[in-house]
């Protein structure tokens, strides 16, 4: 399961993983859209803690 990442490897693997997380954003607005909704729903909520 998965890749065995070493030191040889990790950098082309990250741009791998960069580039398909590029494709799944442009391919699913919807999705990307709902993310940034709860992120800052979550981050209004951590703020009033901290008050």
Excluded: T
Excluded at 10 to 22: C, G, W
Excluded at 29 to 47: G, R, S
Aim: glycine share 2%; net charge neutral.
């Amino acid at each position: 399961m998965g890749i065995l990442i070493n030191s040889e490897n990790v950098e082309s693997h990250l741009v791998n993983i960069r580039q398909d997380r590029e494709v799944l954003a442009k391919n699913n607005p919807d999705e990307v859209q709902l993310v940034k909704e709860i992120k800052q729903k979550y981050d209004a909520k951590l703020a009033e803690k901290i008050r």
